[in-house]
């Protein structure tokens, strides 16, 4: 049985070691917040101890974020420092590699003006388009992970004092990320391998599309583009060198054909966005775009959203997670998108991977939009996945396979 | 009696209003480290109180900063990428107010090869040094303060468990920074008033140079340029409004000339630069320039500092402290400059203020050197003050005046 400080450094060299795949002579970045912080010192120490030839840390602060929010106007929270520009290009043209650590407070901005919110996202989105590039098409490696803290795990478990809350929200992101197995490394690449045979048969069997069906109400049939490749686990760099882009990670995923999205979805899950909760929402969909849509909880934020402009309002992310991954099996409900995103079947509205289409990272924007891959200032993921969802496969000939029975591959 | 939070924020609302002056509108920005995010917080409400229309804060992490010095090789801490640049210039030109708080560990950098650290320092010394002017010229109006940190409070209070050091460290800088008074904004215009009519006196007297004698060994003739300027407390920004540099502030300071410094200097106080602290140290000038020196504790420390580079090895400030200043009387060595500095007679080697000269702000680089305005990538202060420092101002008639007697001012 290993112990809490072992399990953490164990994670700290996963995500140094496996997750952004550290190599001696490599440059990190790390986004972190105060809150964070010594889980980051952890992985910076790590990052060292593989032999990493720099190592800058981004350090935020969620109260003072939210103070920013509460007091300043539209115009001064949209203004972005043409220095923060820079900084992303810099970052990229050196070829860093990009930590990110998760784990805010899922309602940082709860009451906030959600118009607010979105100039400041749509002005960032828009000054750092041409950056994202790095990342999305895997020129550089990249890692998003979870920590646990105070805000989040009271947010996960509302009945426990916030020091037991904390433990218990680590235990689980140790669970997820099998922390607990006595080589964790060894269970990862287990973990990867089975995936990458899943993925390895859908681009085999190259669907024209797919076609979801739930209880719940969801009806949609999903074009996927010619050429178009899932990808599972990890990933390379334009160096060739390996990463995994999301600890934990459980998806396999591509782009759909953003013109040819038809029929009802129903969200299983709420969603973390902008530092607000949407919940129990809906979408109809027509020639691939949004037609309406409803949201209990947060309708505004919802709508704010779709409204980022071209792109904002189609799906750019397919994903597929089995219902009995470890994480809906822990039966607990994150409300952080990286955690409940592997836990669910899910989509993403906005920008997709170039690198879901062959040579896709080679291409022109008007090629892969000939495409029907998306282009768009925002990626937002949001979760579909059911205990009794069902996905057809149709290939061009018309030839029907089952790829989801009961929530789980059919494969 | 005021309890402990109503003197935590009485000292946050005068670093606001008073230190920075913040009014409606004001651009701030603050640098803190992770260690005291939870003053910075502080000071952040308190700034959009004030009217404030947009707080940016930068936070560094010790731990991190002593990674990195360790880790990494001389060539990757000398790398200054140009968004640090642009950062500084887009702050400078938009007329951000800046805000340092102060409070680090004086030996986080123990045991680190001077080399590395020098070469650092020098690298983001000369990247900056056209940045520096916005606070150097009173361009932007600027503050420095300080906020108790574990390692700080540890090094002033070894004998103390960490949480004691910490509050009694806070309840010296409440004392020194008069939060202890009832009104303290009330005393603090009291004391600068009593500031400024030395200032006076001495830019009256226009002294050709000043004799300093102590029973230490020092005996030291400092030159003054012709039209220089003694400034006490408070300053005003290019706009003209006030603020106050440095919380506390007991120093009345001026620019030497800096061709004519001859004698010995004793020092008298440790000195913690650059992460590492200098001992019981002293220096024969001639001409201005350091001809000896020598450091029972961090002499290759105070090597590399006089080492670089024009202008490092001679005088770029002179200031007046009373031996008995509310500093003194704590009877705290505070290995930290901002405190040490305002408790005792100083220099500084490096850069002077060009703002010490009648019209400084609006004269070329070669104008002021003509004067004997020293110009550097440095500026380091180190205490000189003794219960017996006696100074003597001489005219350029020979007449002579008493300015300091044991230790005090004598008018």
Redesign the interface.
């Known amino acids: 049985m290993k112990t809490f400080e072992e399990k953490l450094n164990d994670y700290a060299k996963l995500i140094s070691e496996v997750g952004i795949g550290c190599q001696k002579g490599n440059k990190i970045m790390i986004r972190t917040s ?1 809150e964070t ?1 010594e889980f ?2 952890l992985i ?2 790590n990052l ?1 101890e593989l032999g ?4 800058v ?1 981004d ?3 969620e ?2 974020i939210r ?2 929010f ?4 539209k115009e ?1 929270l949209s ?1 972005v ?4 520009v ?2 992303a290009k ?1 970052a990229g043209e050196e070829g860093y590699g990009r930590i990110s650590i998760t784990g805010g407070n899922p309602e940082l901005l709860k009451g906030i003006d959600s118009e607010k919110i979105e100039a400041s996202n749509r002005a960032f989105g828009l000054a750092l388009k041409d950056t994202m590039k790095y990342t999305m098409n895997d020129i550089v490696s990249w890692c998003v992970a979870g920590a646990s803290t105070k805000a989040w795990a009271k947010k996960v478990f509302p009945d426990l004092d916030e020091e037991e809350a904390v433990r218990k929200l680590w235990e689980k992101i140790f669970f997820v990320t099998r922390m607990d197995e006595d080589d964790p490394v060894q269970k990862w690449r287990d973990h990867l391998d089975t995936m990458a045979k899943h993925a390895d048969w859908l681009n085999e069997m190259q669907f024209d599309r797919l076609i979801y069906k739930s209880s719940n109400g969801t009806n949609l049939t999903v074009g996927l583009p010619k050429g178009h490749k899932f990808i599972a686990g990890d990933s390379k760099n334009a160096k060739g060198q390996t990463f995994i882009a999301n600890i934990p990670t459980e998806e396999v995923f591509s782009c759909p054909d953003c013109r040819r999205i038809d029929g009802k979805l129903v969200a299983t899950k709420p969603l973390s966005y902008g530092g607000n909760i949407i919940d129990n929402f809906s979408f109809e969909f027509k020639d691939g775009k949004v037609v309406s849509f409803k949201a209990e909880v947060g309708e505004e934020v919802l709508k704010d959203m779709l409204n980022q402009g071209e792109g904002a309002n189609t799906l750019g992310e397919i994903a597929l997670v089995p219902y009995d991954s470890p994480i809906n099996n822990s039966k607990v409900l994150f409300y952080n998108t990286l955690f409940d995103e592997n836990a669910s079947c899910h989509f993403a509205f906005g920008k997709a991977y170039p690198t879901c289409v062959e040579n896709g990272e080679n291409m022109s924007n008007e090629e892969l939009k000939e495409l029907g891959v998306n282009d768009s200032l925002i990626h937002v993921d949001f979760m579909v996945g059911a205990r009794d969802l069902e996905i057809v496969g149709v290939k061009e000939d018309g030839e029907e396979v089952k790829v989801f029975e009961n929530g789980n591959f059919a494969i």
């Open positions: 105060t912080i980051a010192r910076v120490k060292y990493a030839e720099k190592v840390v350090i935020s602060d109260s003072i103070m920013n509460e007091n300043e106007s001064s203004e420092p043409d220095y923060i820079q900084k810099y």
